[in-house]
């Protein structure tokens, strides 16, 4: 079943109706990753992992065959340390009902998914979720896949049955939609600093000319 994503203000992020998946960003995943440089991956989905636990977005953790395959990197795991990742044997993470029981407690009908490879671990179950009646975000950029052809195909594919495809900067800022909501702006703006490349640097530039005092007039 095909899905046409929403427009409108109903088709922006809303960190009340979000969930977000991460998915197997692992030693051997990370071995084969060919279609981006493994450290911007690397640095945008811890980025967006710091801004999913500033806006209280739950998130849930999955590595597959972690005994062979390695434990979640540790960026991710020291976000969420209390957290223990949810183990599979599944390919397909939308058919362990381990991951698909918390995603449909939680209510929330957003669903944001990250992880390795965009063509197998990251298709399949966003493909069987928007079948399910989720409004299915793929955060490109906190993803990776073998080769850039590999990658390209698999978001071709899953716009085709209305995913949506979207960077990890552009969920936190939907997430925040306004810099006057400040009770998540500080800390979101902390997180920009250490994972927004040149974002960053241009808020930190930003917030340095508004502090700085106009000089008087002799």
């Known amino acids: 079943m095909s899905k046409m994503p929403k427009n409108g203000l109903e088709g922006l992020l809303r960190p009340e109706d979000s969930i977000l ?5 692992q030693p051997y995943q990370f071995t084969n990753l060919n279609s981006h440089e493994p450290t911007m991956v690397i640095n945008n989905v811890v980025g967006l ?66 992880g390795l490879w965009t063509e197998i671990c990251v298709a399949m179950p966003a493909i069987q979720a928007v079948g399910e ?14 080769s850039a052809e590999a990658h390209d195909m698999a978001v071709r594919r899953m716009t085709q049955v209305g995913i949506v495809p979207i960077n990890w900067i552009a969920v ?24 927004g490349g040149a974002s960053g640097i241009a808020l930190a530039w930003e917030l340095q000319l508004l502090a700085t005092p106009v000089p008087k007039e002799n």
């Open 49 to 114: 992992a710091k801004a999913a636990k500033v806006f209280n977005v739950p998130t849930i953790l999955t590595t597959v065959i972690e005994e062979r395959g390695g434990y979640i990197m540790k960026g991710l795991q020291d976000v969420f340390p209390e957290q223990k990742p949810i183990n599979r044997t599944f390919i397909n993470t939308w058919e362990d009902p381990k991951v698909t029981d918390i995603v449909k407690e939680s209510g929330r009908k957003q669903l944001i998914i990250a």
């Open 133 to 146: 009646g989720y409004d299915v975000f793929v955060v490109t950029d906190a993803c990776g896949s073998t």
């Open 172 to 195: 936190v800022s939907e997430w925040q939609r306004d810099w006057a909501r400040t009770q998540t702006a500080n800390q979101l703006s902390d997180v920009l600093f250490d994972h």
């Open 21 to 25: 998946v991460l998915i197997d960003h």
